[in-house]
């Protein structure tokens, strides 16, 4: 059974960092694309951060220059490093994978992933 875990939200200060983890529970994990995604109470789900086809990192401009995606295979792990925080970055954040890539360089829609987590919060204050 897949199943994707989230861990590493909490509270934190405008400016401040978090580092988010995702662990996996998927065959050939290192096949997979892999995204970040947020939403908060009362928008629609955003895309964050993806790891496309062929490796390649893309971004919500929203966030682009302060976060960071990376995984690392052996361990079936995601991350996502967030720096220099703000307030409009709380929400509660989501990891997805799917089996079938695309070499896209943004973000693809939410409904093209398989798999999700529960999901992870991340409040930032002022």
């Known amino acids: 059974q897949v199943q994707l875990v989230e861990s590493g939200g909490g509270s934190v200060q405008a400016g401040g960092s978090l580092r988010l983890s995702c662990e996996a529970s998927l065959e050939e994990f290192h096949v997979h694309c892999l995204a970040w995604f947020r939403q908060a109470p009362g928008k629609e789900r955003e895309g964050v951060a993806a790891?496309?086809?062929?490796?390649?990192?893309a971004y919500g401009d929203s966030v682009k220059g302060r976060f960071t995606i990376s995984k690392d295979n052996a361990k079936s792990r995601l991350y996502l490093q967030m720096n220099s925080l703000k307030p409009e970055d709380s929400a509660m954040y989501y990891c997805?994978?799917?089996?079938?890539?695309?070499?896209?360089?943004?973000?693809?829609?939410?409904?093209?992933?398989?798999?999700w987590g529960q999901g992870t919060q991340v409040t930032v204050s002022s």
């Open positions: 997805a994978a799917r089996r079938t890539c695309t070499a896209r360089w943004d973000v693809p829609p939410a409904d093209e992933y398989t798999y």
């Open positions: 790891l496309n086809f062929a490796g390649i990192l």
